[in-house]
DNA sequence: TTGAAAGCGCTAACAG
DNA sequence: CTGTTAGCGCTTTCAA
């Protein structure tokens, strides 16, 4: 099995005894407009395909400056969430002349800067990246050499310090949804509702929990903040989830009687816990997530939450790459989708 | 925000009035070997830096005529196999000069074969995937040009019609693994036991079923075919299933009393149709999967399993990968991945 | 209707 | 110690 040298376009030129520049033309189908004669088209596609011609990418980007490729780093492939984001993106770029190059950065700001770097060198024409915070840096150089950057999923905050990221983004108005799954738990009949989440700096995430803090205010219940626990990501997780967990619920204290839980990553470990502790849901305390990941609906767990509409995601973040590379002036494009199509289970089952 | 030209060495060396060579060598860390002066260097490295200078790979690669690239099609994202694959193939990928590019072929015969195809044009240094049935005139393609193939999870079969395909294998010795499943189920003490899988003309697949076979043939249990399901995949599976189960667990006949199903997924699809139909587990059949997907453990789940060592498997394809590459006139590397841990949990409790 | 030639950005051999 | 030069495979004027 030695590797063969590739044909070249030049090669079935010779071959042929044609130039090397009407091989081009005729498997660039542009042989009929330029009046090649339909013998020498018919010759030199045959050729190819004897020969099992396969045109050299890199050759062609180079000559024509582009690289038809646009970079999608996402976090990693868990949970099925990428799977459903890149269901909606493939919708939009099969059909174009643009091909998504997925990669991950596994919550690593390393790896996280790696493929961003790689992307500038590949000469990506746009980037789709679900962000990491305090990559700021990297962003900005994105911006400055103007290659289109679409945050997915989330956001870098807007702090008063730095400067605001003009960069596009696509993502669920989860503050939106958030309302709708912490209103799904009052009218359900619960009153002490806590929140489990995560310190994460970016800017959905802390609107999830301002928009829980609101909802909360509005229907004049407490919020205790005995009963919000962030901890920080990363690390031992689940050590700390089971921490906090064992001191909202210390006997002898007032604990909540239901939990909005960030995301349904979180939602399934704090349920793993609960079971544990031989805490019953939704008995001692009910349960919502955020994102409605397929396994939620299965029998054995039925977790109540909120669907993120993802594939949908992917298509805004591909339509707002393709649109920001057809007009590179654009301002960025902000798509903030709505999804608020509830899934009512048995972890918030009426008291 | 306009597109900015990206700076070219060719820039900075005109800038700098050295000439393209220096500022190459340079850039590349061969300042020292070459014994460029050291204030040339600097002044080279500090114009790249401060320029944003980011090399051309396109260029760059066509000069040196690799890519540098492995492509890797996976048939989906699904249920976090990619993301433990990916994570053993990183181990390796990582530290070293390849980069994997990652694409689906989402089971689709056309989306497969113009991922494989994307690969020949990229000039892919190797490509490792998940195969489909059907696809060997694709892949006797790559072996044509002498482009390493690395087949992982799955191989087509090897049938006496077909030329074999001389590519190289990473993947779990499952019928090692059934073995270690089926046995799980006899020793508990199960007797009539039956087998959900699929219709899915691949070794690997075809192996697990023949294994059950072999082991109940073994342990002297009966084999009854009315207790083998092998549905045709794609479609409508979930129904499929449901009318599968409905025949075997019809009223009056009798009905198995533990399955072995062919993977987790499937499992859990099933759990859900029993539960639906009031057939209780194990009470009614003990259920055990392959593969211990993440949320097999959940304690709403508990799905007896085999873990599938998938890590390893992208550690070996990736190796196989690099190997070839290092000397394309190897025989093919086929790694049969031992993997036998049992996870016992609730779905298969003792009668 | 086809061919000749230039050039995309980069690297490496060779010359000085 | 640095510069000159050729060329990777392809596309696209421009000329014939």
């Known amino acids: ?94 059909p174009g002349e643009y091909t998504p190059l997925v990669a991950t950065h596994r919550w690593d700001a390393v790896r996280h800067r790696k493929e961003l770097m790689a992307a500038l060198q590949r000469r990506d024409e746009a980037v789709i990246v679900q962000p990491l915070p305090g990559q700021e840096a990297v962003y900005q150089q994105f911006m400055a050499v103007g290659i289109p950057l679409v945050f997915l999923g989330d956001r870098p905050p807007i702090t008063p310090t730095s400067t605001p990221l003009a960069a596009s983004f696509a993502g669920w108005d989860s503050a939106a949804a958030t309302r709708t799954a912490v209103r799904h738990l009052i009218d359900r009949g619960y009153r002490r509702i806590g929140h489990l989440g995560f310190h994460h700096p970016m800017h959905m995430t802390q609107e999830r929990t301002a928009a829980y803090r609101r909802v909360l205010a509005e229907a004049n219940l407490p919020v205790n903040e005995a009963w919000i626990s962030l901890p920080h990501a990363g690390g031992a997780v689940e050590g700390t989830i089971a921490t906090e967990i064992a001191r909202m619920f210390a006997p002898g204290i007032e604990h909540p009687d239901a939990l909005f839980v960030l995301n349904d990553g979180l939602a399934l470990q704090l349920l793993d816990i609960l079971d544990q502790r031989d805490i019953r849901v939704p008995q ?40 920001l590379i ?12 709505p999804g608020n199509e509830l899934r009512a289970r048995r972890t918030t089952a009426p008291v």
Not at 293 to 321: F, K
Not at 326 to 337: C, F, G, N
């Open 326 to 337: 057809a007009e590179p002036e654009r301002a960025p494009i902000v798509s903030l989708i």
């Open 1 to 94: 099995m030695t590797i063969r040298p590739p044909v070249t376009s030049a090669m079935l030129a010779n071959q042929l005894g044609v130039s090397r520049a009407t091989v081009s033309i005729v498997l660039n189908g542009h042989g009929p407009k330029r009046k090649i004669s339909p013998t020498t088209i018919q010759r030199v596609l045959d050729a190819a395909r004897d020969q099992g011609y396969a045109p050299n990418r890199t050759a062609r980007n180079l000559r024509l400056q582009r690289s038809g490729v646009i970079g999608v780093v996402l976090a990693d492939f868990r949970m099925d969430w990428a799977e459903r984001v890149m269901r909606g993106m493939g919708e939009v770029f099969d």
């Open 284 to 323: 001692d305390v009910a349960i919502i997530g955020m994102g409605d990941l397929p396994l939620t609906g299965h029998s054995g767990i039925s977790l109540s939450t909120v669907r993120e509409p993802c594939e949908e995601m992917g298509r805004a973040a591909a339509h707002a790459a393709l649109s």
